[in-house]
């Protein structure tokens, strides 16, 4: 894969990356703090067009590298800042246009694609659920709530009640199961390692 190619991928995973952290926390608000149901065809909704406004930011950074690239053009003198570009940036500037172009095209080609969708909405909601999780379990340790310790505890009481019938138990219980599973394959792999190490050592 040349440079100009992995500087697309690149483009397209960080991309990917904030569309994933926009749907989840889309998931966060309006399942979970607004008290909504998750609605699996809404989300899919906001996840296409979330990939189509990333992708419109790319077509923006593209059409700005072009112009940028001709103001340039047959300048020779000393830049007087960071974005001054000179004549010998031209050939970068033509590259960086190539770059936003094909990751914006790449972004809309995953709009347009229900599967891609559905695996971005995918990942997002178990990084909520991930969230959730890790939040209910930070609460409970640090509370240990009984209305004798708590003066707010039965105010709470009826807003926690509510929060945990908006989460998705099953899904949160997949979600710690598939957290332990990779724990411990970790595990198991690091054992292999010890012993394969073990063994070179007392060859």
Known sequence: MGKTSDAVA???SIASAAARL???NHILVETIARGGQFDPDGVAEFARETLRALATEQEAA???AKKQRKKAWGKFTDPDGTHDYRDRDTRNLR???RQYVRVAARLR???DDATAVAELVEQARDAAWGD?????QRRLRVEGMTAESDPDYE???EARMEALQLIDLP???AHATRRSAAARADRSRSDAQADLDSRGRSS
């Open 10 to 12: 690149e483009g397209v």
């Open 22 to 24: 926009t749907v989840r």
């Open 62 to 64: 593209a059409e700005l």
């Open 95 to 97: 590259k960086r246009h």
């Open 109 to 111: 080609e995953m709009a």
């Open 132 to 136: 959730v999780e890790a939040n209910l």
């Open 155 to 157: 105010t709470m009481r």
């Open 171 to 173: 899904r949160l219980a």
